[in-house]
């Protein structure tokens, strides 16, 4: 029988004296348990059900805002399957702290916190463009807000999600051909902001493989809420495309970055005066002492629109590797930057790269348990979800000593932080004892009383 409790620590205090007690548990703190009560305690973790609506009909005693963050803290535990969630947090402490306050005297902790079955009701509600929805109102319309972020600096990326070549069976998937290999997939667009050490993804896009890069973030890029005056769009090869560097700089007031190939005129032409200049400096990055640098102006009427007339100034760093013998060209919109500052600013964009590779290789962010479309966009939100949730942390006092360091590392070299705690169930009422009050309460108690606690102390 499922039964509401509430929180009285007194109460159940008084109980426990008289041998009153119904359920106990075990708290045992780990990294990802302390990364969610720190997001608890910044408020995040309570706005997850205020970006979706709840479209449940029955089961509604579980809180929505529960079931969503333990679908978040699965995927923190890089667990992938939905029979995971329910067994996403079982500490009780953070249980509580979380707003889980029910007991079911019929469900041991170790069955999980409810049926599977309740997560896949639940998604099945929902379409792939409402996850998607929900993460981006997340972000935009709440964290950052609760966080007082606004990055200024956003890199653009888009990564191929591969699935099985032979199931035909995934949903609005699609088979192209790249580099020669053939690959069935989808694709997933990424704003990602640059937030102190690390950054965030900002907003996503999630659709089928074959969209062409540019036509696959388009509508995000002219309507995302994201882009304030003065800040800096960093873009690859991919997302060339002079009308809309036109319009991010005329209309969103947003100056772009972006490399040039080298079978355009600009290219050329900028690699021409540059080198009969000859002004070259040295790279601003150390660690790139074979090359130099060197601002080239006025390189806007080499690269034109099908108005020419409405055509934004374009400057550019041209870099000069001389043991390679090769040439980059990165523009700018940007016009008042040196040449230093624009290449400094470019190599910002491996970041997403690595973000990428981290949710791929540690995250498992291509590992779907279904065919089904809604279901992989479900796992791709929450999964972005618990990625942002690592990032904000380690921007975080609580996190600083994690900076710079994937999430399984961190993970292995964990040293607890809190001491642990017991939660005991007395009728209506739960507390939450530190394990020193607990001992104490214990040689307080009856013999007969002693009993009913010993199964605690045996899983120390």
């Known amino acids: 029988?499922?039964?509401?409790?509430?929180?009285?620590?007194?109460?159940?205090?008084?109980?426990?004296?008289?041998?009153?007690?119904d359920a106990a548990e075990m708290s045992f703190p780990n990294l990802i348990d302390d990364i969610l009560l720190t997001m608890k305690k910044q408020g995040l973790t309570d706005l997850l059900s205020a970006s979706l609506p709840d479209k449940r009909s029955d089961n509604k005693h579980i809180p929505f805002d529960i079931l969503l963050c333990l679908a978040v803290a699965a995927k923190l535990k890089l667990k992938t399957s939905l029979t995971?969630?329910?067994f996403a947090v079982t500490e009780a402490e953070l249980l509580a702290e979380l707003g889980w306050n029910i007991w079911d005297n019929e469900r041991d902790i170790n069955e999980g916190l409810f049926s599977e079955s309740v997560m896949r009701k639940l998604l099945a509600k929902y379409t792939s463009d409402e996850w998607i929805s929900f993460y981006n109102t997340y972000v935009q319309k709440y964290l950052m807000k609760n966080l007082d972020a606004q990055p200024c600096i956003h890199i653009l990326d888009c990564t191929k999600i591969p699935v099985n070549l032979d199931n035909e069976n995934?949903?609005?998937?699609?088979?192209?051909?790249?580099?020669?290999?053939?690959?069935?997939?989808?694709?997933?667009?990424?704003?990602?902001?640059?937030?102190?050490?690390?950054?965030?993804?900002?907003?996503?896009?999630?659709?089928?493989?074959?969209?062409?890069?540019?036509?696959?973030?388009?509508?995000?890029?002219?309507?995302?809420?994201?882009?304030?005056?003065?800040?800096?769009?960093?873009?690859?090869?991919?997302?060339?495309?002079?009308?809309?560097?036109?319009y991010l700089k005329t209309v969103r007031k947003v100056d772009t970055y972006i490399p040039a190939r080298e079978n355009m005129a600009v290219y050329q032409d900028a690699v021409a005066l540059a080198v009969a200049s000859g002004k070259w400096?040295?790279?601003?990055?150390?660690?790139?002492?074979?090359?130099?640098?060197?601002?080239?102006?006025?390189?806007?009427?080499?690269?034109?629109?099908?108005?020419?007339?409405?055509?934004v100034p374009i400057n550019a760093c041209v870099v000069h590797d001389k043991k390679a013998k090769k040439f980059f060209v990165f523009m700018t919109t940007d016009t008042a930057r040196t040449a230093r500052q624009i290449v400094n600013t470019y190599e910002l964009r491996p970041e997403i790269e690595e973000d990428f590779r981290q949710m791929k290789d540690f995250w498992k962010l291509e590992d779907f348990k279904s065919t089904k479309y809604n279901y992989i966009t479900y796992h791709i939100v929450m999964t972005l979800v618990g990625y942002l949730y690592?990032?904000?942390?380690?921007?975080?006092d609580e996190g600083k000593p994690y900076v710079g360091k994937s999430l399984p590392v961190v993970v292995k070299n964990y040293k607890e932080t809190?001491?642990?705690?017991?939660?005991?169930?007395?009728?209506?009422?739960?507390?939450?004892?530190s394990f020193l009050e607990f001992l104490q309460l214990y040689a307080e108690c009856t013999l007969e009383v002693r009993q009913l606690l010993d199964p605690i102390l045996a899983k120390v």
């Open 1 to 21: 029988m499922i039964q509401i409790c509430r929180k009285d620590k007194e109460k159940v205090y008084n109980a426990i004296r008289t041998g009153k007690i």
């Open 84 to 86: 995971d969630v329910p």
């Open 170 to 246: 995934y949903e609005n998937s699609s088979v192209v051909k790249i580099d020669g290999e053939t690959t069935r997939g989808y694709k997933l667009g990424v704003l990602r902001g640059v937030l102190g050490d690390s950054g965030i993804v900002e907003e996503t896009v999630f659709g089928t493989l074959k969209t062409h890069d540019m036509e696959h973030c388009r509508e995000m890029l002219r309507k995302t809420s994201c882009f304030h005056e003065n800040d800096i769009l960093i873009n690859d090869r991919g997302f060339l495309s002079r009308e809309m560097t036109n």
């Open 281 to 311: 400096q040295k790279h601003p990055n150390r660690k790139r002492k074979d090359q130099e640098v060197q601002l080239v102006t006025g390189l806007g009427p080499l690269w034109e629109s099908d108005e020419p007339e409405k055509d």
């Open 390 to 396: 690592f990032q904000v942390y380690k921007n975080l």
């Open 418 to 433: 809190r001491p642990k705690a017991v939660i005991i169930y007395v009728g209506q009422y739960f507390g939450i004892f």
